[in-house]
């Protein structure tokens, strides 16, 4: 699958923005779909992960009750709903993809497709 991440842009700490990574071909459906962060000099860290159907999501401590993820299969598409951000939140976000179930803890070795990556900036 390919996938392309989108709606990254600069923002002020306690604003929201909505990450989008649209994908191609006809099993997106069957897809463990994921968002990740990359800040600079830093490790690529997970943020948020739904399963299959969109049923079962997991987040990250550090984004849970901040962020939403949700899924469309029907559009071929994964969001990421980012609210109250933080300067700490700035960072480079990519989807990610996997055929198989992405056990815990989740690790960006998990997923085998991802996106470009969308840069995110928090700041007055």
């Known amino acids: 699958v390919q996938l392309q991440a989108s709606g990254g842009g600069?923002?002020?700490?306690?604003?929201?923005?909505?990450?989008?990574?649209?994908?191609?071909?006809?099993?997106?459906?069957?897809?463990?779909?994921?968002?990740?962060?990359?800040?600079?000099g830093k490790e690529r860290e997970f943020v948020s992960r739904v399963s299959w159907s969109g049923g079962s999501t997991y987040y990250a401590d550090s984004v849970k009750g901040r962020f939403t993820i949700s899924r469309d299969n029907a559009k071929n598409t994964v969001y990421l709903q980012m609210n109250s951000l933080k300067p700490e939140d700035t960072a480079v976000y990519?989807?990610?993809?996997?055929?198989?179930?992405?056990?815990?803890?989740?690790?960006?070795?998990?997923f085998d497709s991802w996106g470009q990556g969308t840069l995110v900036t928090v700041s007055s």
Not at 20 to 39: E, I, K, L, N, P
Not at 94 to 110: D, E, G, H, R, T
């Open 10 to 40: 600069l923002v002020q700490p306690g604003g929201s923005l909505r990450l989008s990574c649209a994908a191609s071909g006809r099993t997106f459906g069957s897809y463990v779909m994921g968002w990740f962060r990359q800040a600079p």
């Open 94 to 110: 990519f989807c990610a993809a996997s055929k198989l179930y992405v056990p815990l803890p989740i690790s960006p070795s998990s």
